[in-house]
């Protein structure tokens, strides 16, 4: 039997992952057509359908259930290629550390600190992947992940680094134009929201005890940096996380508003598998990240 090209694979991999040709195409470097050219190839070289072809305009993809059966079992064997890849660099070539981690912790905390550790440690490769989606658990590709979340974390090797918390702010020209003093002077002004916390605003209300607050627009977006960033701007006032947003603080292009802070049941931690607890380099890179989130 001939295999398929394991080109067709990852980009029917891609596609499926994304539910677009157009998204595939932009993530693979290649044209729409392209990818519908290698899925159709796919296809009639297994002699099954994998995606549903509905009407022209549906934007979303579907897959077939052999689709959705087949990509499971791709998911595996590309995870397992890229380990047994990457394990063979580690035995006899340069360590890589596969790192895995919420964009806005990358951003204000790894990112800017990183450089300390590679000249430290020149002989490790660390390939650092972000997702606007942050993952709840430790995702099978990555050797060391940092989470955001309260478990349980069955399986593996946890180290909690701090305590997620949020806190109102906004920048210095916002709080010039929007005289705020007190809770009650919220209402009216423009409040933002990230998406994937619609309620912070109502918890952090109900918290202190206070009614909720009435704002004159709500201004959503869909990740933590984007809500930043338009708190910077001036855009509006937002729940920022408290510990992450120190150095903006410090800068002085974000003034706290209040010291009353919204509390979760979440914390940041580092993730591995217990069968890397042996791992130099992961043991190395987990204790320099640790040791980073204790310096203020």
């Not at 660099?89 to 919420?102: A, D, K, S």
């Not at 440690?121 to 650092?128: A, M």
């Amino acid at each position: 039997m001939r295999l398929p090209s394991l080109k067709f694979l990852k980009t029917f991999q891609v596609a499926a992952k994304l539910r677009s040709f157009k998204a595939a195409a932009e993530e693979l470097y290649v044209t729409p057509s392209a990818v519908s050219h290698q899925i159709k190839a796919l296809e009639e070289q297994l002699g099954v359908t994998l995606f549903e072809r509905g009407a022209r305009g549906v934007r979303t993809l579907e897959l077939t259930d052999a689709g959705a059966h087949y990509l499971e079992h791709i998911n595996d064997i590309f995870s397992k290629l890229e380990s047994v890849t990457e394990q063979l660099q580690i035995r006899y070539g340069r360590t890589i550390i596969r790192l895995n981690v919420p964009p806005f912790f990358a951003n204000e905390m790894l990112l800017p600190r990183l450089a300390s550790f590679s000249q430290a440690r020149e002989e490790t490769d660390i390939r650092i992947e972000t997702t606007f989606s942050a993952p709840k658990t430790h995702p099978p590709e990555a050797d060391l992940s940092i989470v955001v979340g309260s478990g349980p974390w069955d399986e593996l090797v946890v180290h909690e680094l701090f305590a997620q918390s949020f806190i109102v702010a906004c920048s210095p020209a916002f709080l010039t134009d929007n005289p705020i003093s007190g809770y009650s002077d919220l209402n009216g002004k423009t409040l933002l929201v990230h998406e994937e916390r619609r309620e912070a605003w109502e918890r952090w209300a109900h918290g202190l005890g206070i009614e909720q607050i009435k704002p004159n627009r709500l201004v959503r977006l869909d990740t933590m940096s984007a809500v930043v960033l338009a708190a910077e701007q001036g855009v509006g006032v937002a729940l920022v996380p408290a510990r992450l947003s120190a150095d903006r603080f410090r800068a002085g292009s974000l003034i706290k508003l209040f010291d009353a802070e919204l509390a979760t049941n979440e914390s940041y931690v580092i993730l591995h598998r217990r069968e890397d607890r042996n791992r130099e380099d992961l043991q190395e890179l987990t204790r320099w990240i640790i040791e980073q989130c204790r310096v203020e």
